[in-house]
């Protein structure tokens, strides 16, 4: 398997840049797969020794790059944050080719005011890429995203990713065996909009401000692959809940798609103790916070389709995925009704009806 690393300060472009990269790849029939590194690290507090969890992170993604490639997946797109003073990091038996984005200070405060950070924030940001980028391993690529759109840039990028013949499905998984010991999972879904993710992290959240050991996981985000032999999406939460279990976290929150079914996950955890909750809110509910989403911004994740989408694709969103919040509760799953609670008193329900 080839896996192209795109890495650089905040506001260069990393992550609209492997999106459309993959995207490419996947018009071209490629099989093909993307991760976003920052998905690999959600787990507090750091690793003795590792405050920033850079090694955290290099070592979900060496367990989930396994993964991909047996999946079938031929080349992996990876975006995110890296320890610019070292040369870049390597996989055993995956091709890795790395490339360093760059950016002006006055491009990349344009591209982060969209974001609607805190000022003190974008500065905070703004300087500290300024400082990485004096610092980059000349090992590191470089390539210049200044005034240039994510389609130029993907083009350029694609043209430099130096390809060799790994067949994906001679790379042996490596990094912690999944379901190494356990621990209770807290499992998070409902339909579309009912607000899984952002009830998910406010617990995850509560639990680090209290000093608690937690990890998290968006299981959409570890999901995308295309054009392979099989999802990817269980398998990579796996190895990302053993990656942070040897780091100290037995306990784990993971929010999920509705159509992933308790058979499935408790095949893919069989040693951990998961909890599963759905949560319910009703259509009118559901779109109105797809239209606060779009029109209000929110956190940049990948494949998300309802930051630029009109009114008729929010309907057909709502519609498609509306019947769901209906079906009777699914093996051992606790559905718990969000419509009308505010934020802090849907965490307080999902705490309660788990036993978090």
Not at 71 to 94: K, Q
Not at 129 to 144: I, Y
Request: glycine share 8%.
């Amino acid at each position: 398997m080839d896996l192209l690393r795109l890495a650089g300060a905040a506001g260069v472009g990393k992550s609209t840049t492997a999106w459309a990269i993959a995207q490419r790849l996947v018009a071209e029939g490629v099989a093909s797969g993307f991760v976003d590194i920052d998905q690999l690290g959600m787990c507090y507090p750091p690793p003795a020794g590792d405050p920033d969890r850079w090694a955290l992170k290099e070592r979900a993604l060496t367990a989930v790059a396994g993964e991909f490639a047996r999946a079938g997946v031929a080349r992996l797109v990876v975006s995110g944050v890296a320890w610019p003073d070292d040369p870049p990091p390597t996989i055993p038996g995956i091709s890795v080719h790395s490339v360093w984005l760059d950016a002006s200070e006055e491009t990349r405060r344009e591209r982060l005011d969209v974001r609607r950070n805190e000022p003190e924030q974008v500065e905070r940001s703004l300087a500290a890429g300024t400082a990485e980028a004096a610092r980059v391993h000349p090992a590191w690529e470089r390539v210049d995203t200044e005034r240039r759109s994510a389609a130029a840039t993907a083009e350029d990028v694609l043209a430099r990713w130096r390809v060799t013949a790994m067949p994906g499905e001679s790379a042996e998984p490596a990094g912690p065996d999944a379901g190494l010991g356990g621990g209770r999972v807290l499992w998070i879904t409902g339909p579309r909009l009912a607000g899984a993710s952002r009830i998910g992290w406010e617990v995850a959240t509560h639990d680090w401000e209290a000093g608690r050991h937690v990890g998290f996981a968006d299981v959409r985000q570890l999901s995308f692959a295309w054009n392979a032999d099989r999802p990817v999406g269980l398998a990579n939460l796996a190895r990302v809940q053993a990656t942070f279990e040897q780091a100290g976290a037995r306990r784990f929150v993971a929010v999920a798609p509705w159509e992933i079914e308790p058979e499935a996950v408790r095949a893919a955890l069989p040693t951990s103790e998961v909890v599963f909750l759905r949560l319910s809110a009703p259509d009118a509910e559901r779109r109105a916070r797809a239209l606060s989403r779009r029109d209000e911004g929110g956190p940049l994740l990948a494949g998300d389709d309802i930051l630029h989408a009109s009114d008729a694709v929010i309907a057909r969103i709502i519609h498609t995925s509306g019947a769901r919040w209906k079906v009777p509760p699914r093996d051992e799953e606790q559905i718990i009704e969000v419509g009308d609670l505010s934020l802090a008193d849907a965490v307080a329900a999902v705490r309660r009806s788990s036993g978090w």
